[in-house]
């Protein structure tokens, strides 16, 4: 397995795959809504590659000068439950540390709460998001 910092087309493309693979089938979310106005160009993207096959992703952007935002944190469903999901967003705050930025921050769906408290991220229970798809809270970490 390689861990790509996606930095032109075709490694974003890499990223694209894995969510549209195991987001946008699975959960039927329409492509404009899976790629909202952080997908561009500049945006950040650490992907997994077994072999050649693209499967896991995480984006990052910035929020503000100390704060970065990890989303689109997707494992292709036949590799989940294999560390992979801890990897992408470890190797995603490795990046983000580089950057400069001092905390993630993820939105994360109700159910993979526990996920991330188990890599150090405290949820914020007042701050519910309720989407189209999913429901979701706000958590962070100092980093």
Known sequence: MQIIRATNTAEQAGAYYVRIQAMARKHKIPLHVEFDEHDTPE???IVIVDD????ATCRLYAVDENRV??????VL???RHKGLGTLVVSEAEQWARELGFNTAVVES???KIAFYEQMGYV???SQKIVGNTFTCYSMKKEL
């Open 43 to 45: 945006t950040k993207y």
């Open 77 to 79: 469903p036949e590799y």
């Open 109 to 111: 769906r109700d159910n």
């Open 52 to 55: 050649y096959l693209p499967i």
């Open 123 to 125: 949820a914020d229970f």
């Open 69 to 74: 935002m990890l989303g689109r944190i997707v």
